[in-house]
């Protein structure tokens, strides 16, 4: 829902004086930036840092980055590091205890974040992300600490996509181009006619960030270009997920002779599940110092790919890849709805572009579908 | 913060149970953990080395009970630790079995292995509440008999209930039955369309027995089964205890026979 007030409209330097207001109200800015090769997230220092003039060519199993004509900072799509780094740590201890010389026990929760998140120029899909981080983590009757120490108080500043890549398909999950809800401040990149951005609250902390930002109300024409750079966006989007409800497609899917097919491609390395955005599943391990009377709990991010993920005493319950594969793809698709009464897959089209052997999540459901239109009497 | 820190507790009690298995009884050192209810379980820290799932097998008391099987390096922790020794326990975790569905049927509670364990507390309430209930069977199968859990108590059930054992290999001089704990099902002198069934073991063991109850007429939506899948939190963030659209952490164990069926069917689920 666009807010009832008149968008502002920033000029190309004002992402400077907003990292400047962000960093002043205490928050550690996360954005985009070109790092080997790839526009991941980080922390960043300056405005300066931001991928100005990058954008990425994506197809399956590709990743490039390109350089662009225009100054373009928010065209970037794809890359292999989500807010979910920022959130939900690859590592973190979730206790430590000591045990005393007589015998007793003391123990201490987890560590608090020293750090106060703002994240600059994420787009709609990863907001819709962090909703279902939130819901998964923080949403049921064990509020995870170690998240919503991380994620409470974050802010967020999203940049509406106006340069989808070849692999996102956020139109099908309904996530995207256009940025609804979930932000402190949504901005939208001009480029034809000078670059600026249009920028529009979406909480009172956002409209008083805002409203410290050298900024001038935004004319009809802006807004309208802001408005068409989305409806572009949406309309280029090329990827789309069957037309149909997914969760009862997977469900239908569960004896499918297409998992063997996928199986007989994917190589079980689990980067689609480290890119991916929403998934969050985790392994722990207990670490002793040398004495062995400290004990700290850590707990890191772990994918259902791998063989340890389903053990059991006397062996894994998914051995096959097959199986794997279709653990992940049900959950993201289907199971994910009826656990938290969402789709855990957004569209962002990660885990497609960095699949070493090119599988394409779009593209299997498509043949899913097919299959079960054959099986079909 | 109790769920994510484990509360330490003390081994007050520690009784050998099998070559493999002990029942140790826990008394908090400090804050006590809200009841545990049958079918319930704990996630057991063996400080240093990890923490697993582990169901609460009874109680003395206030004080929960746990049945321990050393199979890997932290139940062999938790198994070798003495009277006097602290761990951390987290919980309690998942659903717990609806003994009170049952009241006014007759009662069949079929346990495969250690799923005698999470089975006890359901056998006790129902044998504490005797009158509520009909008539009640009591089915255990192990590997051989010296891996029966729970001789003592098996012995006082059966002045209150039908009591059948029966093992994989015969051995020690058995003269019971040998053979799967299924074959015992139709021998029960229970009204099997009336009844209702309680099951844990092996997930093909679980499979086999509830065929076998449906085929005796128990109607499926009386049958409880408890299944088991990797744990690593018991909270429902790590992801690993899923079986299709359940997280069993949460959404089980214990889960009614209907909604396991399609999801025990798929191989590999
Ligand atoms: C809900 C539930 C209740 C249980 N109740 C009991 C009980 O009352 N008594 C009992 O003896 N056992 C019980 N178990 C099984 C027990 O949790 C496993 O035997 C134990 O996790 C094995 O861990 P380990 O490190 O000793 O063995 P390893 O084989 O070294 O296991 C390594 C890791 O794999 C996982 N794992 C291995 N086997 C299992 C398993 N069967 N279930 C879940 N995770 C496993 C654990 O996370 C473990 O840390 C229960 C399991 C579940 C899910
Ligand atoms: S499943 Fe793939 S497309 Fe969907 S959110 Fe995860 S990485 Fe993005
Ligand atoms: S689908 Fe691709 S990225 Fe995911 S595990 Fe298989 S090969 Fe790796």
Redesign the interface.
Known sequence: MRSEETPRLIGADGLGALFTALRDRGYTVVGPTLRDGAVVLAELDSAGQLPSGWSADTEAGRYRSRRREDGAVFAHCAGPVSAKTFVHPPRAR??S?D?NPD???S????DAPAKRFAFVGVHPCDIAALGVLDR??AG???P??VYTARRDGTFVVVAECTEPAATCFCTSMGTGPAATAGFDIAITELLDGGHRFLARGGSPAGTEVLAALPSVPAGAEDTAAATAAVERAAAAISRHMPDEPLPALMTAS??SPRWADVASRCLTCGNCTMVCPTC???????V?DLT?QH?E?Q?HW?S?FSLD?????GGP????T??RYR?WM??KL??WQ??FGMSGCVGCGRCIAWCPAGIDITEEAAALAAARLEDAP | MNAVVPVPHRIVDRRVDTADTVTVELAPVGEALPAFRPGQFAMLTAYGIGDVPISVSGRHGARPLHTIRAVGAVTRALHDAAPGDVIGVRGPFGTAWDVASAAGHDVIVVAGGIGLAPLRPVVERVLADRSAFGRVAILAGAREPAELLYADARRQWATQAQVRTTVDRAADGWKGPVGLVTALIPGMDVDHAAAAAFVCGPEAMMWFTVQALLERGVPAARIQVSLERNMRCGLGWCGHCQLGPLLLCRDGPVVGYPVAEPLMRVREL
């Open positions: 979730l206790w205890a045990r015998g007793s026990v123990a201490a929760g987890p998964v983590l049921g009757e064990h995870d600490p569960r004896e969050f599943c985790t392994s722990t391990e207990d002793t062995g004990t709990h707990r772990d259902c993920f389903s053990y059991l005493h319950v998914r051995t096959s097959a199986s653990q049900s959950h289907g199971t009826e656990q």
